[in-house]
């Protein structure tokens, strides 16, 4: 089985549109508010391993930074998306933006250790505890 999932999936550009969503652009949210707007958007629960590989993903492309313990878009995120605003279907255009981008094993070694600092686990069962599952 290969250490990494090198593919972009729909539950990654979900993941992606509730962060945009939750921080309104800028700014960071914690998990739990991006999590919650996942949710809102269309009924998307995402587990806490499509969160985590999606998460370790979007950071290995640099859209994605951990900062005093909120996730937040990057200005590189912010420049890339400005392309592909105006879409009408948010998710695919998000999708496509992802697809563009590649993904290298190499790149995830980092994001991997950064998101055990962010105690990614203990937040999304405390996520799961709070408003269920």
Same mark, same amino acid.
């Given at each position: ?9 729909t539950t990654d550009a979900q993941l992606l ?31 806490? &391993? ?16 951990? &900062?005093?313990?909120k996730l937040l878009l990057t200005p590189a ?21 992802? &697809? ?10 980092e994001p991997k250790i950064l998101i055990k ?17």
């Amino acid at each position: 089985m290969p250490k990494y999932n090198l593919d972009w999936k729909t539950t990654d550009a979900q993941l992606l549109e509730a962060l945009l969503l939750s921080t309104g652009g800028e700014g960071g949210a914690p998990l739990q508010e991006v999590l919650l707007m996942a949710d809102a958007v269309d009924g998307t629960v995402l587990t806490h &391993q499509e969160v985590e590989q999606g998460l370790e993903k979007l950071m290995s492309v640099g859209y994605v930074a951990i &900062q005093k313990n909120k996730l937040l878009l990057t200005p590189a995120f912010l420049r890339d998306y400005e392309d592909v605003e105006g879409a009408e279907e948010e998710q695919p255009a998000l999708l496509r933006l992802l &697809q563009q981008q590649t993904l290298k094993a190499e790149n995830l070694d980092e994001p991997k250790i950064l998101i055990k600092k962010y105690k990614l686990k203990n937040q999304y069962e405390a996520y799961l505890e709070q408003f269920g599952g």
